[in-house]
């Protein structure tokens, strides 16, 4: 159907050409939906479900995808054309479309391109409910997946199966931090014909751009970093229109829609994303180096961090190092508990990419539903605190954490 816009040409979201040589903080302003007659500079609100034709001929000229248009929100909207042309123009897409959610994203991606006796190969280091799409959901519909060691990069090429059609990981990961060499991953999904996905949500498209190494296919979880505040659930898939055109087909009928009210939070949002992201990255940056020096911390872990064991592979394919801390603290889950009951100013909340600096256990939250022992596979001991660190003034974040230490 014709109602989703070509974002080769991101000018079809601007009321002036867009020069290829513009840089991303003004294109995260600059790409709007068309005006109105009523010449309004912020891009209002679309609520509308559905919008009307201008003739019988015009109907049907647009379900049968012979002319570009909205049709039903549950397809396309003005306000969520808008936030996908500039998160497409972020990530150096062609097209994409928004979901109601990360995991929705994440969902349309793999139930979207993959059928019965296809295997996913993925890297082991996942977020908690994207292990459980790939171990308890995918599994019933016959699809199989195998976990990589993101420590032995050298194992990958001989986890690939005949079946295999698609390379899944996330970079940096949640919450261990461990990264993956996102050209060397692009060479070998090349040379297997894999498809290529990314989950790009810790590092939002300010920071890395997978498909600049190759990536086919860019997740995120418009939830954090995107939105920044703590307001609104959404998430977003970019990337090749030949992967689109199929996951565009699945969450069309399968409903998983995002709101025009979400979708105007978001690309309203996206508007100070490189503002958030410097201050994000500055604070985390204080905080992993007071961490590091800290009696009661067994070690800490940041891709930017002198400590981090890939800091060299961070530099290379990121611009800095992001919003997340994790660290050790000492004493295991009891030592956890109490620094988590300490916390006075500081949120205990399972979120992250808010404003406001979050501390999280994810053992006993967001990867409780992992064994021990695929927590420890990816390196979540029983002491490991996960900061999403927010932009409150740094001295006050390092106060608040240095006496919930002791």
Not at 91 to 114: D, I, K, R, T, Y
Not at 116 to 133: E, K, N, W
Request: aromatic share 8%.
């Amino acid at each position: 159907m014709g109602e989703q816009l070509n974002f080769t040409h991101r000018s079809n979201l601007l009321n002036s050409p867009m020069p290829d040589s513009r840089h991303f903080e003004t294109d995260a302003i600059r790409i709007q939906a068309p005006g109105s007659a009523a010449r309004e500079h912020s891009v209002p609100l679309y609520m509308t479900s559905g919008f009307t034709f201008d003739s019988a001929e015009h109907a049907r000229a647009l379900f049968a995808n012979e002319v570009d248009g909205n049709v039903y929100s549950r397809y396309s909207n003005p306000n969520t054309d808008e936030f996908v042309a500039k998160i497409c123009a972020m990530e150096g897409a062609e097209s994409g479309l928004a979901a109601a959610s990360g995991m929705a994203a994440l969902f349309g991606c793999l139930a979207g391109l993959l059928n019965q006796g296809d295997h996913v190969l993925a890297s082991r280091s996942l977020f908690g409910s994207s292990h459980q799409i790939l171990s308890q959901i995918l599994p019933r519909w016959g699809i199989s997946y195998t976990y990589a060691d993101t420590a032995r990069p050298e194992s990958w090429e001989s986890l690939i199966r005949p079946e295999t059609k698609m390379l899944f990981l996330e970079t940096p990961s949640n919450p261990g931090l461990d990264l993956v060499d996102l050209a060397w991953a692009g060479e070998l999904a090349k040379a297997h014909n894999l498809i290529f996905l990314v989950d790009n949500c810790f590092a939002t498209p300010y920071l890395q751009q997978p498909i600049a190494f190759g990536a086919d296919l860019i997740q995120h979880s418009a939830t954090k970093f995107i939105d920044g505040q703590g307001r609104a659930i959404g998430g977003v898939i970019a990337g090749s229109e030949k992967y689109i055109e199929p996951i565009r087909f699945f969450m069309r009928h399968t409903g998983p829609s995002l709101s025009p009210f979400n979708a105007w939070l978001f690309s309203k949002s996206l508007e100070t994303l490189p503002v958030r992201m410097e201050r994000h990255c500055d604070n985390a940056e204080k905080l992993a180096d007071f961490l590091g020096e800290h009696p009661k911390v067994s070690w800490v872990k940041y891709p930017f961090h002198k400590d981090h064991p890939q800091r060299e592979l961070a530099l290379k394919q990121m611009k800095r190092g992001g919003g997340v801390v994790c660290f050790e603290v000492s004493g295991g889950i009891s030592g956890a508990v109490r620094f988590m009951d300490r916390i006075t100013m500081l949120s205990r909340s399972a979120n992250l990419g808010d404003t406001r600096t979050i501390v999280t256990h994810p053992a006993t939250t967001t990867h409780s539903k992992l064994t021990e022992e695929e927590r420890l596979a990816v390196g979540i001991t029983p002491g490991l605190i996960r900061i999403a660190v927010g932009l409150e003034h740094h001295t006050d974040i390092l106060n608040d954490v240095a006496q919930a230490l002791g």
